[in-house]
């Protein structure tokens, strides 16, 4: 299996735009699709990035998802930020029969 | 609309067996490329992916607990069940069981987990 690493933690300042990254430790990030959970303190998790760069409805477009090949890794980006983004955000992928999280990344809006 | 709801209990002692139901609604579980997987995050910790059933009724374990693990699940009462044998305390974590969907395997609804604590 792979692994997936992401930052322990990132900070912007509401308004401005973040990026996560989440980097794949074998195999092209391309194989299989990657997506991104938020989890809120004292809460489940949620999803606001599927297949890479798929919205579920009702999560709103300042979240995108990308891929970049050169690095092997996802990224997702938060435009406009506001003070109900903070939360961890984990990106999560699958190889054969195996879902693969990555360790989450704690964002903070100050 | 779909729901999942975790419930078991919330204490156990090392070694022992533990048994945890998800109960489902809004969707069936037959219903071709759906499946239901348990995911657990320890206390201020990583979130791990633990085991799915698949509509087929099909079954896949991590590989590293794969011997400990294992799900079922009640169709007449929508429900997915996840043995955990020999807990110890290093199992204590918040289990939440998800709807997954399609062959990139979407997680689109979550339950709101339930804590376990591992303790003598």
């Known amino acids: 299996n792979f692994m997936l690493t992401q930052p322990h933690s990132v900070s912007e300042s509401p308004g401005k735009t973040v990026t996560i990254s989440c980097t794949r430790s074998?195999?092209?990030?391309?194989?299989?699709?990657v997506q991104w959970h938020q989890q809120r303190p004292g809460s489940a998790p949620t999803t606001v990035i599927y297949?890479?760069?798929?919205?579920p409805s009702g999560v709103p477009d300042r979240f995108s998802g990308s891929i970049d090949t050169s690095s092997n890794s996802a990224s997702l980006t938060i435009s406009g930020l506001k003070t109900e983004d903070e939360a961890d955000y984990y990106c999560q992928s699958y190889d054969s029969n195996n879902q693969i999280f990555g360790g989450g990344t704690k964002l903070t809006v100050l | 609309q779909v729901t999942l709801r975790e419930s078991g209990p919330a204490l156990v002692k090392p070694t022992q067996t533990l048994t945890l139901t998800c109960t489902f609604s809004g969707f069936s579980l037959s219903t071709s490329g759906m499946s239901v997987s348990w995911i657990r995050q320890p206390p201020g910790k990583a979130l791990e992916w633990l085991a799915r059933i698949n509509w087929n009724y099909n079954k896949y374990y991590n590989t590293s607990l794969k011997a400990r693990l294992t799900i079922s699940e009640d169709t007449s009462e929508n429900q997915v069940i996840l043995t955990m044998t020999n807990m110890d305390p290093v199992d204590t974590a918040t289990y939440f069981c998800?709807?997954?969907?399609?062959?990139?395997?979407?997680?689109?609804?979550w339950g709101q987990g339930t804590l376990v604590t591992v303790s003598s």
């Open positions: 297949e890479d760069n798929q919205r």
């Open positions: 998800a709807r997954v969907r399609g062959s990139s395997y979407v997680f689109d609804s």
């Open positions: 074998s195999g092209s990030i391309v194989s299989n699709y």
